[in-house]
């Protein structure tokens, strides 16, 4: 499957999900990296008007549990993520986050992902948001039968 059936896919996939509720939008992936963008308006602020943090992380668990599904057999196997610790570096009221993920260690039972988030405001001014790092495990799926 090419890079832009790929896109599609993830997209098609997100209706009646988090990711439909907060318009998390899978934007590229190149085999090791992931990355997906999401506004920021009044459904993902804080009740003082800036980007929740919870909104940030669910974005980088959502880029990070999905790459490492990109590489495990979908049919066998389910990607959990277990860990995810996030910093969150710089505030912001609107415009555009970006998070991409890539692999730090890819094993045969876990995964380690750093995400980066980068914001571009409504003036254009472009800086890292938020650093996250996940934990993901690979789970065979007859664990679950």
Known sequence: MDKAELLAKLNESSPNTLMDTLGIVYTDFTGDTLTAEMEINSRVHQPIGFLHGGASLAL???????LSITTVDSSNYYV???QVNGYHLKSVKNGKISATAQFINKGNTSHVVEINIFCTDDEGNTFKNCYVTMT???VPKNNFE
């Open 136 to 138: 993901n495990r690979i």
């Open 80 to 82: 959990f993520g277990t």
């Open 60 to 66: 980088a668990e959502t880029v990070g549990s999905v």
